[in-house]
């Protein structure tokens, strides 16, 4: 299956158990991961910044004191691929490295 083929909800749900944090919403996938403080919310970015460049493939990101929210969908495909499910195990893998606090 090619990396930008759009996947079903149920395919969706299915890699999302695997991912801590993760929802579906709105035709994406997003999750909010606290940090310890404000320069880990930013290197945090920095990581994930680094990830997408590389993958080409460029999440949403909002960033609020030490909370930062990424969402991911591959627009030229109408929602959730497996671009986006890649990227995201990568976030959560900085994310992890950096030592969030988990919800």
Not at 4 to 24: F, K, N, R
Not at 25 to 41: H, L, N
């Amino acid at each position: 299956m090619p990396d930008s083929m759009l996947l079903t909800e149920a395919q969706v749900a299915g890699h999302l158990t695997s991912l801590t944090g993760w929802t579906a919403r709105d035709g994406g996938i997003e999750a909010t991961f606290v940090m310890e403080s404000f320069p880990a919310a930013i290197d945090l970015v920095r990581r994930a910044a680094t990830s997408a460049e590389a993958a080409d493939h460029h999440p949403d990101i909002d960033v609020r004191w030490r909370s930062v929210t990424f969402r991911l969908t591959t627009h030229e495909s109408g929602g959730v691929t497996r671009r986006d499910l890649n990227l995201a195990r990568r976030i959560q893998g900085h994310a992890t490295s950096l030592g969030w606090v988990v919800p």
